[in-house]
C-alpha cells in the first residue's frame, strides 16, 4: 500500500487522483479536508524574483512549497518558474498576491495551476 500511494499522482481521464492514508481516527461525518501536491506556475514574473529563493517565498503564500522542477533551477523556462505546493483543495485557490520590489514599486502577481478542480471538494459546489 505504501509503495503505490508513495508513487505520487495517478492520472484518470487527465484528472490527477491522489492516494492517502486513512487517518487514523477516520469520522465518516468529519470535515473532509484533501491536502493535494500540485504544479504552480508563476506568470510575468520580474527578473528580480527569479530565484528560488523567491520563488519560494511566493509560492508559500499558495501552499506548502516542494522541491522545484530542474527547469526553474536553470531558469530555462519563458513561461516562468514552477514550483510544486501542497494545497487544501477544500478551499478556493488563490489566483494572484501582490509583491513590494525593492524599488518600493508593487506588483500583482499571478499564477496558474497545472490541474485545480472548479469546484469544492467539501461541498462539490462550483468555485466563484
Not at 465518516?28 to 506556475?41: A, G, N, Q
Request: glycine share 4%; proline share 8%; with cysteine.
Amino acid at each position: 500500500m505504501e509503495k503505490i500511494r508513495q508513487q505520487g499522482l495517478f492520472d484518470i481521464f487527465g484528472i490527477p487522483l491522489v492516494l492517502q492514508r486513512m487517518p487514523k481516527k477516520f469520522d465518516p461525518d468529519m470535515e473532509p479536508k484533501v491536502m493535494v501536491p500540485i504544479w504552480l506556475r508563476v506568470m510575468d514574473l520580474p527578473l528580480e524574483l527569479w530565484n528560488l529563493t523567491a520563488v519560494s517565498k511566493i509560492a508559500s503564500c499558495f501552499g506548502t512549497p516542494l522541491p522545484t522542477d530542474i527547469s526553474t533551477l536553470r531558469r530555462e523556462s519563458l513561461d516562468g518558474p514552477c514550483i510544486q505546493v501542497i494545497i487544501d483543495t477544500t478551499r478556493r485557490p488563490k489566483e494572484s498576491l501582490t509583491i513590494q520590489l525593492r524599488n518600493g514599486d508593487f506588483v500583482e502577481q499571478n499564477v496558474e495551476y497545472e490541474f485545480f478542480s472548479k469546484f469544492c471538494n467539501a461541498c462539490n459546489e462550483e468555485w466563484k
